[in-house]
């Protein structure tokens, strides 16, 4: 049997959708029995939202003033402290469990599973590699713990409905003061996050300026989706890093993503493979986006987008 | 800070287009071009230009594999860097192997700062950095897009799902980079010549008395599922009904 500890992710007050992906991968190890661990300055109301998710037997909460911030090498020692008789410790492959994860790993001597995209058994599982130009079936150690991330644009989120036991857990650690957050600097939208929204409108460098992708938000506020970028409309200022979508950005499943003026470059597409439909709009019909497009478009989207807002 | 420590990995160019040799045993890297690993390059380049404005005496690159990363390391020293460490390691060391190979060099050579890629664009597992603070018990920095050094500090901003986090960290330390760091210098003919007399020291496995543990083990590659092309439409009216058609609009 697998006994699981899954680490949420979580800002202080909201559990993050990532956990309840984590949990479903969890879910579909055989036998497996989850448990949740909240690390919190103040734990209840996100160990509540924990203990709602189906499959899970008890929230763990770890209450300590350190814990306030997600700092990897604060939460670490505390979620080795915890370790002992689980066989797993799951992560979500956010940038949370991303920083997290590996150091928990180094403190109980193990490798990491990184992006988990499949379970095949309890210690064997499918991941992408190449920025998801080839998936590599590994194998852990069959004698220790196995730490892992999980890709969670490969999960649908579990359900809600449960009533987990919520216990306080000992997690006695020593815990450094080498590294504080000092601000944290997040563009306030009341669009759809990007990460969890059904649908994506997303820009690329094609846009051309800052001033240009209101096109893109104006179309998004038609369809209430969330907005995307390619890494070139990153880089060129148009908008923050939070929006990029890709191989070193976010990898999202909407149910629709609509890319416009984004050519298509491999590193972008492994961050929307998973997309219920994908539609493009590019002026280049040789641009590599039209051969993962469901439905394309080949347009000067200057003329298209103008468009496509009045129709819909 | 005295030494910066930069770690390079040798990974297929980014340019390449990666195929999945036909028996499912591994990735085709037969006459492929193999590079620096992009990320690493990024953070020799903060190394060297930490180097150039007085704050640090010695650049030292390093990495683990086969004598061919002699090449990438070769690269690094004409970029700048003022000696080479390969430690010769013929199968995988695994992420918590080359953490450990690290952390025997910073012991050996006394290392204030370990600038590291983010991730390396072969594995994408993002794991060694955070490995090395964990076992050297030092701060971690991760995914940094810009930062600060001062003195036995420095304020890096990092960039996180929620947008940018500004993290002050006490040195030494671990850093890993993100792409907006800064963009890398390119290598010229003299550099390289240069470079050709510049210390290059070559380490076994077996003699630096690391156990890198034991590894992930790769049973098998297959390429991934395809996505169908689908149709294409003549114009916006085409677009919508299309969408409509699929009850997305």
């Given amino acids: 049997m697998s006994k699981i500890l899954i680490i949420a992710e979580h800002d202080g007050s909201t559990l993050n959708s990532s956990t309840a992906k984590t949990v479903a991968c969890a879910a579909s190890i055989e036998g497996a029995e989850i448990d949740i661990a909240v690390l919190a300055a103040t734990a209840a109301p996100v160990a509540a939202q924990a203990a709602e998710l189906e499959f899970v037997a008890r929230v763990l909460t770890v209450e ?113 003061s080498h590294t504080r957050v000092l601000e944290v600097q997040s563009g306030v939208s009341d669009r759809p996050d990007l990460q969890t929204a059904a649908k994506v409108v997303a820009g690329g460098r094609a846009l051309g300026s800052e001033e240009n992708f209101g096109l893109i938000y104006k179309l998004a506020d038609k369809l209430a989706a969330g907005v995307g970028a390619s890494r070139a409309a990153v880089d060129a200022g148009y908008v923050p890093n939070e929006m990029q979508v890709g191989q070193t950005g976010k990898i999202i499943a909407p149910d629709l993503y609509i890319a416009i003026g984004i050519s298509g ?48 | 800070m005295e030494k910066i420590l930069v770690g390079l990995k040798r990974v297929v160019d980014y340019n390449v287009r990666v195929r999945v040799k036909s028996d499912g045993s591994g990735i085709e890297t037969d006459g492929v071009k193999m590079s620096i690993n992009p990320f690493d390059e990024i953070a020799l380049e903060e190394a060297l230009r930490i180097k150039e404005s007085g704050q640090a005496s010695e650049v030292i690159v390093i990495s683990v594999g086969t004598g061919d990363a002699q090449q990438q390391l070769r690269t690094g020293l004409a970029m700048g860097a003022d000696r080479a460490i390969l ?101 010229k003919l003299p550099d390289i010549m240069k470079a050709k007399k510049k210390p290059l020291e070559t380490i076994a496995l077996a003699d630096l008395g690391v156990d890198p543990g034991p590894v992930i083990k790769e049973l098998s590659f297959e390429p991934p599922a395809e996505r169908e092309r689908g149709v294409m439409v003549d114009d916006v009216a085409g677009l919508v009904a299309a969408l409509k058609d699929k009850g997305l609009a």
């Fill in chain 1, 64 to 176: 300590r003033a350190e814990n306030e911030q997600a700092i990897a090498a604060v939460l670490a020692p505390q979620i080795a402290a915890l370790a002992g008789g689980y066989s797993h410790i799951f992560g979500p492959s956010t940038t949370f469990g991303k920083d997290l994860m590996p150091h928990v790993a180094a403190l109980l001597n193990v490798n990491q599973v990184s992006d988990i995209m499949n379970v095949e058994s309890s210690h064997t599982f499918r991941r992408p590699i190449y920025a998801g130009s080839a998936v590599a079936t590994v194998e852990a150690p069959g004698d220790s713990v196995v730490v892992a991330t999980v890709r969670i644009a490969s999960y649908a989120a579990a359900n809600g409905g449960n009533s987990a036991a919520i216990e306080s857990a000992d997690a006695t650690a020593d815990v450094p």
């Fill in chain 2, 87 to 187: 430690v010769e390691s013929e199968g995988s060391a695994g992420s918590l192997g080359i953490a450990r190979i690290l952390k025997s060099i910073i012991d050996r050579d006394g290392i204030d700062l370990v600038l590291l890629g983010k991730q390396a664009i072969d594995d994408d597992n993002s794991q060694t950095g955070q490995m090395l603070a964990a076992i050297w018990g030092r701060p971690q920095a991760t995914f940094a897009s810009q930062v600060e050094w001062d003195g036995d500090k420095a304020k890096v901003t990092r960039e996180v799902d929620a947008g940018l986090e500004i993290t002050e960290i006490d040195l030494p330390a671990v850093v890993t980079v993100d792409l907006r760091l800064n963009e890398p210098r390119y290598v």
């Fill in chain 1, 265 to 312: 470059a491999i590193q972008h597409i492994t961050g929307i493979k998973d997309a219920g439909t994908i539609v493009a709009i590019n002026k280049d019909e040789e641009a590599p986006i039209f051969e993962v497009a469901d439905i394309g478009l080949v347009s000067d989207l200057f003329k298209s987008l103008p468009e496509l807002i009045e129709a819909l």
